[in-house]
């Protein structure tokens, strides 16, 4: 998804975001939404902000 990056390299709060938008879209995919391409978006945002963060500690 956002290159090397891991779940388990994320903060909490990092984890809590992919979770909630992870269970955004479960929740649309069993209303019959099958293209989630905001959630898909959310998510990648969240691992990008990530490899920022650790690229800059580094």
Do not use: C, N, W
């Amino acid at each position: 998804m956002a290159g090397d990056i891991k779940f388990s390299d994320l903060t909490l709060s990092e984890k809590a975001a992919v979770i909630r938008a992870e269970a955004r879209g479960v929740r649309r995919a069993t209303a019959g939404i099958e293209h989630q391409p905001d959630i898909d978006r959310k998510v990648a945002a969240v691992y990008e902000r990530a490899r920022k963060r650790i690229a800059k500690g580094k």
